[in-house]
């Protein structure tokens, strides 16, 4: 018999598995609607991790036993902990199958620890194949029956896909990891996200994102309105999980993703990764110890009895210090506030990037180093400089594809993905249509550089009035911008702008002109006529999230009230009062006649 099978019945017997749990949170109503129950082996063998347990459970044909073990232990240790929600249990189809796999076990256990059926989610991984999926089905509904929840789990790694979703017609569809993974930098996988979004919507089942790692995969899957999310940036699995919403990996990331999704200046928060940090009383050897037991953390921060950072104590500088001769008898015991970076950067989690980023470059940091972030002045984590300076490269050539040459703001792709943006994640907004009156005969008048001129200044104007508010502006192009504004100050920031762009925009005009208030020109038409100084009309309008599907029927909205807004000859402001889409016209033809 060999060392494995040994290792194998060892664990069998004995019931040597652990149950680690992994919180599934619900991000928009702030709850944890569940644990995934994750299984281990016994520690340090070789059988600990997973994958490689269940492949040896499957090359002696034991998988069924290893199943029901770890199905038994799930359900123990969820109910001993006292867990709230449901419990997602991992489920071979083939173990399903299998007709050696006694039926009605899973009943059996949660009768016997006090557990309702409603509240398991047997998960049914898409990974396998399935070749008999008649008796699947069957199986699947049978479970269903006894008032188990169903899942399907990897959803998109596997063999039968939306085949298998429309035949299981599942509770809850987890979206595989490979979908997840820079989903915010894959034109691709947006794509599938936005299609399961969909496709779930149309068949009521709730979509979970599993394997989430980074803030912006987190920012961009919250923008679809997926809630329910799982991963090592919310939680790692863990023999104790947290039992309320509030655990200390989501205090770091309840900050709200920037209204721009050009801009690089979003909150430097998004960028913070949690770390533990150590107490300015803390001895050196303590601190080199923590090093040595985690080789990826390179810098800690260091902080005093109120929780506020008062130092950066870096890796490389302590090992340095230590391999000096008597390094260890000299310096074990002295405090790390001796060797700590005393003059760190520290700023607060809603500090804008690219003010942090003129901070950096300003005092000469090492890229290689951290910068400190800190939430009400206590600390909140650490972001590497090197992924700071990244990051706004990434973003300014993403900002510079899809900018307008002329005043480089976002265009078209952005001015629609930010409206679609609050849509999905029903965000009350506001949209406003802004349009230079009277530009073609200032352009034929005074020139194209001097036109060109005049949409910088409206652009300026509107990104200063817009300055200290979370708004989007985006221009259309020539003389058009939009702005949509997430905040209740709308009208006075349009109103600013006119104010504003028919001070400045005066400059632009001769003295005989202003005085004139106006000038004679041609029109097409070949007749003189008289033509009033720039002015700007503005169409405000407030969408319904209910009745607006697309960024489309919301820019007909701005359309029809800037036209509106038109009809004036001064600068005016139209706040338009219908926030739904018109209904379609249909014209028929009666006697060469038209009727609406």
């Not at 989430?212 to 699995?237: C, D, H, M």
């Not at 080199?288 to 950072?309: C, M, R, T, W, Y």
């Not at 349009?435 to 300026?460: C, E, M, P, R, T």
Request: glycine share 6%.
């Amino acid at each position: 018999m060999t060392m494995q099978r040994k290792l194998l019945d060892y664990i069998l017997s004995n019931g040597e598995i652990t149950t680690l749990f992994q919180p599934i949170f619900d991000i928009a109503n702030q709850t944890i609607i569940g644990y995934e129950a994750l299984s281990r082996g016994p520690k340090n063998s070789p059988l600990e991790m997973p994958t490689r347990l269940f492949e040896a459970a499957s090359e002696h044909a034991l998988i069924s036993e290893l199943e029901l073990l770890c199905r038994s232990k799930a359900i123990e240790n969820f109910v001993k902990l006292n867990l709230n929600g449901k419990l997602f249990l991992n489920v071979s189809p083939k173990t399903l199958l299998d007709p050696c796999h006694p039926k009605g076990e899973t009943l059996h256990l949660i009768e016997q620890f006090g557990l309702v059926a409603n509240r398991v989610v047997i998960e049914v991984t898409e990974q396998e194949k399935v070749d008999d999926g008649f008796l699947l089905l069957k199986t699947i509904a049978h479970y269903r029956e006894l008032g188990f929840i169903i899942a399907i789990d990897d959803f998109g790694a596997g063999y039968s896909g939306l085949k298998q979703w429309s035949e299981l017609c599942p509770d809850f569809v987890k979206i595989d990891r490979y979908f997840i993974d820079h989903c915010d930098e894959s034109e691709v996988k947006k794509e599938f996200l936005k299609s399961i979004t969909v496709l779930a919507k149309a068949t009521n089942t709730a979509v979970i994102a599993e394997g989430i790692e980074r803030t912006q995969e987190l920012a961009y899957v919250e923008s679809l309105g997926i809630a329910n999310v799982q991963g090592f940036l919310l939680e790692k699995p863990n023999s104790n999980p947290s039992l309320d919403y509030s655990s200390e990996q989501l205090q770091g990331l309840s900050f709200k993703q920037p209204s721009n999704v050009f801009d690089q200046s979003m909150a430097i928060g998004w960028l913070a990764v949690t770390q533990e940090a150590i107490d300015s009383e803390t001895r050196s050897k303590d601190a080199h110890k923590l090093f040595e037991k985690d080789k990826a953390v390179i810098s800690l921060a260091v902080l005093n009895k109120a929780g506020q950072p008062v130092g950066l104590l870096h890796k490389d500088q302590l090992t340095e210090v230590f391999a000096a001769p008597y390094g260890h008898a000299l310096y074990d015991k002295c405090p790390v506030t001796d060797f700590m970076d005393k003059q760190p950067l520290v700023v607060d989690e809603n500090q804008l990037l690219d003010t942090v980023s003129q901070q950096i470059t300003e005092q000469d940091f090492d890229i290689r180093r951290h910068i400190v972030i800190t939430r009400h002045g206590r600390y909140l984590g650490l972001a590497p400089l090197r992924d700071i300076l990244k990051h706004i490269t990434e973003e300014k050539i993403r900002h510079a594809k899809h900018a307008n040459p002329l005043t480089m703001l976002p265009g078209n792709v952005a001015i629609n993905e930010a409206i679609e943006q609050r849509l999905r994640s029903k965000s009350v907004f506001s949209l406003a249509y802004i349009d230079l009156n009277h530009f073609k005969q200032f352009n034929d008048l005074y020139g194209y550089a001097s036109g060109d001129s005049v949409i910088k200044l409206l652009a300026n104007v509107t990104v200063q009035a817009c300055e200290n508010s979370a708004n989007f502006v985006g221009h259309i192009g020539g003389d058009d911008f939009m702005v949509v504004f997430d905040q209740s100050n709308a009208v006075h920031i349009c109103n600013t702008i006119i104010e504003q762009f028919e001070l400045q925009s005066r400059t632009f005009f001769t003295p005989e002109h202003i005085k004139s208030k106006g000038y004679w020109a041609t029109n097409r038409e070949g007749e003189k006529q008289f033509v009033p100084l720039l002015t700007l009309s503005i169409g405000l309008v407030a969408p319904d999230l209910q009745e607006c599907k697309n960024s489309h029927q919301v820019a007909a909205l701005a359309t029809d009230a800037k036209k509106e807004a038109k009809r004036y000859r001064h600068s005016y402001l139209f706040i338009c009062k219908r926030r739904k889409p018109a209904p379609a016209v249909v014209h028929l033809a009666t006697d060469n006649k038209h009727v609406v």
